[in-house]
């Protein structure tokens, strides 16, 4: 005989158990408009990449994680995206060790003057070091941040308006915006180092402000800096690697296992995409320039052997200052640089015998 009775309880529980199954469906498939600051415009190597970050991060979540850029500091001023992206003001940002020095310490050893050269190694070498270091994770961890991942200014140069610098007696005097570990190698070499931000320097090269800028060379392009300064010095004096991109770290650990999978995988392939963008930017860039652009035309110049043994001398200063204020703090700073070198080493011996990533 049907019993209704029994079917009609049953057909209770199913609906119930197909109506909590949607709900929970519903809730694992909440979707994220992450507000992204960044310090510069939408163009250039970097930026490039970060459009490729987002539309893949789109893609691959099914639409859960979209990003919403914010360009040229238009959310937030580039000193307070550390804080802003703690708060929750900016979900995500680009974040510099150099604009908050006392809260990322161990990251802005990574903007040591001559330390790494070439930029996929840099930012690679400075990721891992994230991995395996837990102090260096928990500086950002303590500003409620997540590092995603790592980015670089590329070697760094020098852009001179008027006249080459070449030598320390063309550098004696002369004005010049510095940051980071460079700001203590050109007051060494006899420069008077002015702090000026990035966004600031057309109008500062312009004006006379300042005689000649540490930049880089797809920077000199997409800046338009051409336009106001006509000599680079390919110095390669290192690169700025204490910046990259973070995320609000309770953001982050609410979201669903799947969603920070893709956000760590895609931030992961991130740096090989924009390392390849900048050697091939960099490449065009000085080709373009040293052509001319508008009538512009920029002239490029090395350092001699000597030159360049007295600029690393002076920079050694940077290493020797940093190790003393870690120690004090009770951290190990001679043992986390011989971890730093070793990192490093694997990494230039890795685009050494198989090449680029992008190459293989």
Do not use: C
Not at 154 to 181: F, H, Y
Not at 216 to 232: D, G, I, L, Q, W
Not at 262 to 274: F, G
Request: no cysteine.
């Amino acid at each position: 005989m049907f019993n209704h009775h029994r079917y009609g309880k049953a057909a209770k529980i199913l609906v119930a158990a197909s109506t909590l199954a949607l709900f929970a469906s519903a809730a694992y498939a909440k979707n994220y408009t992450l507000r992204y600051s960044d310090i510069g415009p939408p163009r250039g190597p970097r930026a490039a990449a970060l459009k490729w970050w987002a539309g893949e991060l789109e893609k691959r979540s099914g639409g859960q994680i979209k990003i919403k850029f914010y360009w040229s500091q238009s959310l937030v001023k580039g000193k307070e995206t550390l804080k802003a992206v703690g708060s929750g003001l900016s979900e995500t940002g680009t974040i510099l060790g150099v604009y908050t020095p006392a809260d990322l310490p161990i990251w802005n050893y990574a903007n040591a003057p001559f330390a790494i050269g070439d930029a996929w190694v840099g930012m690679r070498t400075w990721y891992e070091l994230r991995q395996t270091v837990p102090e260096l994770a928990a500086e950002a961890q303590k500003k409620k941040v997540k590092i995603l991942l790592n980015y670089t200014t590329g070697p760094v140069q020098l852009l001179s308006a008027k006249a080459p610098m070449r030598t320390i007696a063309e550098l004696k005097g002369k004005k010049i915006r510095t940051t980071g570990g460079w700001t203590n190698l050109f007051k060494a070499l006899g420069a008077v180092p002015v702090k000026i931000g990035f966004g600031e320097l057309y109008s500062a090269l312009d004006r006379g402000t300042v005689d000649a800028t540490v930049n880089y060379t797809p920077y000199v392009r997409s800046y338009k800096h051409y336009e106001v300064a006509s000599h680079v010095t390919e110095a390669n004096m290192g690169q700025l690697l204490g910046y990259g991109a973070g995320i609000n770290l309770k953001l982050f650990n609410g979201m669903p296992k799947n969603l920070q999978d893709i956000l760590v995988k895609t931030s992961d392939e991130y740096m090989d995409v924009y390392a390849k963008n900048y050697v091939e930017d960099s490449d065009s860039a000085k080709a373009q320039m040293t052509a001319g652009i508008d009538g512009k035309k920029v002239q490029f110049h090395s350092l001699s052997a000597d030159e360049r043994k007295k600029w690393e001398g002076a920079a050694a200063a940077f290493t020797t200052s940093w190790v003393a204020k870690m120690e004090k703090k009770g951290f190990d700073a001679k043992g986390f640089i011989a971890k730093f070198e070793a990192t490093r080493d694997k990494y230039r011996m890795e685009l050494k015998q198989k090449g680029y990533p992008w190459k293989r």
